[in-house]
């Protein structure tokens, strides 16, 4: 594991942008791994954000703050809009977002009407492609949105009253031809256990982590036992031999099929064929997050943002510091 350290006076959001750190909260502040800094952005945002994502062409971020109502829409560094989502229960887990771009178009998809319904809105436009009669969604908290590398597949790590961490997958191009597929997903891992982690290995698998809570059934075993891992491949819907890992886990970012992040109360990396925690620099707090719901003061979870080109992972440590972590 190799660690690259990045000092400056006032952080606010990190994210990935052609393989150099932004803050786009802060003028477009850009860390270069060459150890040079400069501005590419026009405005500070003197808001409380604390996240932000970027368009996979890198001309549109959405800034917003994790546990709270309020984000900003911004091309090339500029504001198009506000965005909002509602206020039901969102001190207590991650606003839902991600970027998808089909054909020409790009789309935030975030939940603008109702903490359960899933929407498409088109960034320029402003319009909610996906706000049609008759929609009907089910009773789930969205968050953690993620998109698959060949950008077909939506994925939701949420929640569900009592609660219950989720996963739901969706297919993009079919719910823009028919949003009322975003009312359900088309599958979702069903293995016996609670799934509170997961991350795209690629287009067909996905790494999938159990909790410690009991089995759904206490008479038949649990094909994915407590606090362990597998790869789902959600095309066949089978899952590998699930492995124990050897040591807490519970934040998991896919790396490769052999290899996986885990950002529990430090950055390690770990073998997910033998369960074996292969390197590991526990003088980096990098938070106590197992789930999209948040019982921890949002000041103990740091910003984890990760590469999936690269395999680097980036922590926002504290407000003058950003760890960049290598696999290699």
Not at 60 to 75: A, M, N, P, V
Not at 141 to 156: A, D, E, N, T
Request: aromatic share 12%.
């Amino acid at each position: 594991m190799k660690r690259q350290t990045f000092k400056t006076d006032s952080l606010k959001t990190i994210d990935w942008l052609k393989g150099n750190i932004v803050d786009w909260a802060s003028g477009g502040q850009l860390y270069s791994f060459d150890g040079q800094q400069r501005q590419i952005g026009k405005y500070h945002y003197a808001f409380s954000f604390d996240a932000s994502i970027t368009s996979q062409n890198g001309q549109y971020t959405f800034i917003y703050k994790r546990l709270g109502t309020k984000g900003l829409l911004l091309k090339e560094g500029e504001v198009i809009r506000e965005i909002n989502r509602t206020y039901y229960c969102a001190e207590r887990y991650e606003f839902p977002a991600a970027f998808i771009t089909v054909g020409k178009e790009t789309y935030l998809v975030h939940c603008p009407i109702d903490y359960c319904q899933l929407d498409f809105e088109n960034v320029e436009t402003g319009e909610i492609v996906s706000n049609i009669p008759g929609r009907k969604p089910s009773d789930i908290f969205h968050s953690r949105l993620s998109i698959s590398p060949g950008s077909k597949y939506l994925m939701v790590c949420g929640w569900v009253w009592h609660p219950l961490d989720t996963v739901e997958l969706y297919d993009i191009a079919v719910c823009l031809e028919n949003p009322l597929l975003l009312d359900k997903s088309f599958l979702s891992p069903n293995f016996g256990t609670e799934i509170n982690s997961a991350s795209f290995i690629d287009n067909e698998r996905i790494l999938i982590a159990s909790t410690e809570e009991e089995p759904f059934d206490d008479e038949v075993p649990a094909l994915l036992p407590q606090k362990h891992l597998a790869i789902w491949n959600f095309i066949k819907n089978e899952i590998t031999t699930p492995i124990k890992v050897k040591g807490e886990f519970g934040n998991l970012f896919a790396i490769n099929e052999r290899q996986a992040w885990d950002m529990f109360k430090f950055p390690k990396i770990i073998n997910i064929q033998t369960g074996e925690i292969e390197s590991k620099m526990e003088e980096i707090n990098s938070g106590l997050q197992t789930s999209s719901i948040m019982h921890e003061n949002i000041e103990e979870l740091p910003q984890i943002c990760f590469n999936r080109e690269t395999a680097q992972i980036a922590v926002l440590v504290n407000k003058n510091t950003i760890e960049v972590l290598s696999p290699a």
